[in-house]
């Protein structure tokens, strides 16, 4: 087995950083997890449970409180103006809306072009055949180089984005967000494209979603987020089969479907204020429907395996959590989710 691409220990990030001191408020606590080289792993949850925030940090746009951020073996939980420009090449950031990332009063050659220009010293000709190569691998055609943001559609703007990310020829892609404000058939393309660009490039992604009906189709591990913590960690089979943590279990369900019941909690949902600071016992406690007593406000659950590398952070056993749950989720027609991959 060789190392990972990137590995995350104990990772624990507030916004102002180190600086932040004790008093300030962590946003992630103590989550880790590693990313080989050629895999996608999908981190889920709702807005504000922390994964942008572990994205940013990975990017350098954050300073972590503690824990550390190993890539190639080497610790980057630096600010990303202190970091080498070959790492600063090695990881690039897809962010969720490119039209504030695509200067609308330049031309699509100048947004793919300036990484030719930083990075490897590309002008002229050479820069412009790069281009071409480039626009041709996100499926546009060389007529794009001369259009501007505002004359293309959605989804091509994403295109643009994700081209001019691989103009780096970057090892590790952070893709936040960026089907969710697509419709569905141009978020299949998108990810269609992406598992294309993976095989060819043996590029890691970690592709950050609320969707998790959107990253069955990408990923090979998932890590789910609530509240800056992790609650259940395994491949993308492991977190559509029970058991799966309650919170898991609620994003699954949060998905409309004809003929299937919604997912009703118990009056555990309306005996807390859900907006309150909960800072003891399992985050999701406020809302869980599977909440069992006291016991799940007053102590953090421990990991607690669910078969292989399939874990979970719940006060219910794994076998209990599975017979209580049921959910149309691995039906024979649907296309199986990625296999996972390996570090040899």
Same mark, same amino acid.
């Given at each position: ?10 990772l624990?990030c ?6 932040? /001191?004790?008093? /300030?408020?962590?946003?992630? =606590? +103590? ?6 080289? /050629? ?13 942008? $925030? ?19 073996? =080497? +610790? ?6 202190? @970091?080498?420009?070959?790492?600063? @090449? ?15 009063? &330049? ?20 820069? +412009?055949?790069?281009?071409a ?20 559609? /959605? ?5 643009? !984005? ?25 978020? !299949? ?26 990253? @069955?189709?990408l !990923? ?8 800056? &913590? ?7 089979? +492991? ?5 799966? =943590?309650?919170? $898991? ?16 909690? $118990?009056?555990?949902? $309306?005996?807390?204020?859900p ?49 209580l ?6 039906r ?13």
């Amino acid at each position: 087995m060789t190392a990972p691409l990137l590995e995350l220990q104990r990772l624990e990030c507030a916004y102002g950083g180190r600086s932040a /001191g004790p008093a /300030g408020r962590s946003v992630v =606590h +103590d989550v880790s997890f590693c990313l080989a080289a /050629g895999e996608t792993l999908a981190l889920v949850g709702e807005s504000g449970s922390g994964k942008t $925030t572990i994205a940013r940090s990975i990017a350098g746009l954050l300073v972590p409180r503690s824990g550390q951020i190993l890539f190639e073996g =080497h +610790d980057i939980g630096m600010a990303a103006e202190r @970091r080498p420009r070959d790492l600063l @090449r090695e990881i690039q950031f897809v962010f969720q809306n490119p039209d504030s990332s695509l200067n609308p009063h &330049r031309r699509i050659a100048y947004a793919i072009g300036r990484p030719l220009e930083y990075f490897f010293g590309l002008s002229g000709k050479a820069r +412009d055949r790069r281009i071409a190569e480039l626009l041709d691998d996100v499926h546009l055609d060389l007529g794009y180089m001369r259009r501007y943001p505002s004359q293309l559609s /959605g989804g091509e703007r994403q295109r643009v !984005a994700i081209a001019r990310a691989l103009a780096a020829e970057p090892k590790l892609m952070l893709c936040d967000e960026i089907v969710s404000a697509l419709d569905v058939s141009v978020q !299949a393309a998108i990810l269609d494209l992406l598992r294309e660009l993976q095989e060819k490039r043996r590029m890691a992604f970690l592709f950050i979603a609320h969707d998790l009906a959107v990253v @069955r189709w990408l !990923a090979h591990r998932v890590v789910v987020l609530y509240r800056g &913590r992790m609650m259940e960690a395994g491949t993308a089979a +492991d977190t559509f089969s029970p058991p799966v =943590h309650p919170y $898991t279990e609620m994003l699954l369900h949060s998905v409309p479907e004809l003929g299937v019941e919604p997912f009703v909690g $118990t009056e555990a949902e $309306t005996a807390v204020d859900p907006l309150a600071d909960h800072d003891a016992g399992c985050p999701f406690a406020p809302l869980c429907p599977r909440r069992i007593g006291t016991v799940c406000d007053e102590e953090l659950p421990a990991w607690s395996s669910a078969g292989g590398a399939h874990a979970l952070r719940c006060h219910i056993p794994a076998a209990e959590l599975a017979e209580l749950q049921s959910f149309p989720w691995n039906r024979p027609e649907e296309p199986p989710v990625r296999e996972e991959v390996t570090s040899a």
